[in-house]
């Protein structure tokens, strides 16, 4: 009677197990199993599940999807200030100042210029006659940003500066930019020189082009800088304002 008694139990424990086993380890053909215990894990949204008793193998985070390469962006030209009629970069623009007097501009524009380019008073004897208007062709050094750190000179950038002055106002034109090229080791009386609209226009060496189109603009919008400051109406402060 003892060993009857065993055996059913044995049998029914075998049965049992069965059942469990084979509600874990169903397979759906896909090589993963479907069992899903809510009683362990009552959060059918957490990590790996979508919710539907599906787990899902290549849930995983951030760090462990595949990484994309990124993108290489198409090299993007500097836009110079290019005038289509006359076919020439140029820097333009007419400033508002309406208590300045043509003649006090026309003064303050000859002082900047003497100290910054190192003229004299013959420089302005023509202009000098009706003091409405500047025009001539200046140098200045020429430096090229090779990277963050370095710079290097390229020689002079050249250029004709014409600075016309009215009542209230006064107009700035720069143009006929030209890169004056150094001497080479042998030494030659006139460098060779270029425009500056060749190296916007040239298909090759285009980024060694685009550095000496940069140097070239961020100089010469220094200079524009340089001559609005130095032509502003100086400020009078009235000793009995107070």
């Known amino acids: 009677m003892k060993n009857t008694v065993f055996a059913l139990s044995a ?9 469990k ?3 874990q380890y169903e397979d759906d053909g896909t090589g993963y199993d479907n069992y899903y215990d809510y ?27 595949p990484k994309k390469k990124p993108e290489k962006k198409p090299y993007v030209r500097i836009t110079m200030p290019y005038d289509t009629i006359t076919e020439m970069i140029t820097y333009t623009g007419i400033i508002e100042q309406e208590d300045s007097y043509y003649d006090s501009l026309y003064l303050r524009a000859k002082k900047y210029l003497i100290s910054k380019f190192d003229l004299n008073d013959k420089d302005f004897k023509e202009s000098a006659i009706n003091m409405d ?26 250029f004709k500066l014409a600075l016309r ?19 080479n080791a042998a030494g030659r009386t006139q460098p060779e020189y270029a425009y500056l609209e060749y190296y916007m226009r040239a298909e090759r060496n285009i980024i060694y082009n685009d550095l000496l189109l940069r140097a070239a603009d961020k100089e010469i919008n220094a200079l524009i800088g340089e001559i609005k400051k130095a032509l502003r109406e100086p400020v009078i402060i009235d000793e009995d304002d107070w």
Do not use: W
């Not at 362990?40 to 957490?46: A, G, H, K, L, R």
């Not at 050094?141 to 950038?157: A, C, D, H, I, R």
């Open 133 to 158: 208007k500047i025009i001539m062709t200046l140098k200045m050094p020429y430096e090229m940003q090779k990277n963050k750190f370095v710079t290097e000179s390229v020689g002079k950038l050249e």
């Open 21 to 23: 086993a084979s509600a």
């Open 11 to 19: 049998l029914f424990l075998l049965i049992i197990g069965s059942s």
């Open 39 to 65: 009683e362990q894990n009552p959060d059918s949204t957490q990590d790996g599940y979508d919710g539907y008793d599906q787990y899902d193998p290549y849930y995983g985070s951030e760090e462990d999807q």
């Open 165 to 183: 002055f009215k009542d209230g106002k006064y107009k700035y034109d720069i143009d006929h930019l030209k890169h004056l090229l150094p001497e």
